[in-house]
Nanobody, 129 residues
């Protein structure tokens, strides 16, 4: 059974960095597309970063980022550890929300939540002064 478990969230000040981790099991990580999403209270869930599977990634960069996080966030995959990370730098209050890791058996990743089959429970990120 596919399982995703997020960790690494916390409360930080503007300008700080956090590294989120998604521990995966029940599937071959690099055969799937993976996405990171976030949801603030009262708002819709939005995609922040995603990475396509190994076949797509071998042909191009394989990653997409929301405009609001481009240049600040980096998604990466560690096959040996079966984990996906989201490095977040220069955090701002608008980055506050619950962050979710998601996976789908498709080759191509997108920033649309409906694309994904499997979801973790989320980890809270709070950015405030």
């Amino acid at each position: 059974q596919v399982q995703l478990v997020e960790s690494g969230g916390g409360s930080v000040q503007p300008g700080d960095s956090l590294r989120l981790s998604c521990a995966t099991s029940g599937f071959t990580l690099d055969d799937y597309a993976i996405g990171w999403f976030r949801q603030a209270p009262g708002k819709e869930r939005e995609g922040v970063a995603c990475i396509s599977n190994k076949d797509v990634s071998s042909k191009n960069t394989g990653t997409y980022y929301a405009d609001s996080v481009e240049g600040r966030f980096t998604i990466s995959r560690d096959i040996a550890k079966n984990t996906v990370s989201l490095e977040m730098n220069s955090l701002q209050p608008d980055d506050t929300g619950v962050y979710y890791c998601a996976a789908t058996s498709t080759a191509v990743a997108t920033l649309f939540p409906s694309w994904y089959q499997h979801w973790g429970q989320g980890t809270q990120v709070t950015v405030s002064s």
